[in-house]
C-alpha cells in the first residue's frame, strides 16, 4: 500500500518534469499570458498542485484552454485529485 501512495504521488511530479525536458511548449504555454513570470507558475505546479496543473497544460493543448467546458471539467478534475477528495482511501482503511 506504500508503494502505490508514493507512486500516486510522484507519478504525476514525473510526468511534469518529463514535459517540461523533452516539450516545454506544452508546459510552458498556458501559463506565457500571465503578468508572473513564465517559470515560477509551473514549478509552483510541480511543488503543490502537479495533477491541477497537468490538467490545465492538457485543457490548453487538445481543447482550447479552460473557457470551454471539457477544459474546465479536466482542471476540476485534476484539483480534486490534488485535494485529496478523489481516491482518498480513508473509507479502505475504516472497514
Given at each position: ?10 507519478t504525476?511530479?514525473l ?24 517559470p515560477i ?28 467546458f ?26
Amino acid at each position: 500500500m506504500c508503494l502505490l501512495a508514493a507512486l500516486g504521488l510522484i507519478t504525476p511530479r514525473l510526468i511534469l518534469v518529463l514535459l517540461w525536458m523533452f516539450s516545454p511548449d506544452v508546459l510552458l504555454g498556458p501559463f506565457t499570458a500571465l503578468a508572473i513570470p513564465n517559470p515560477i507558475l509551473p514549478v509552483l505546479g510541480l511543488v503543490l498542485l502537479p495533477t491541477t496543473t497537468l490538467g490545465v497544460c492538457w485543457a490548453t493543448m487538445s481543447f482550447g484552454g479552460v473557457q470551454s467546458f471539457s477544459g474546465l471539467l479536466i482542471v476540476v478534475i485534476g484539483l480534486l485529485i490534488d485535494a485529496g477528495l478523489i481516491g482518498n482511501g480513508r473509507g479502505m482503511a475504516r472497514r
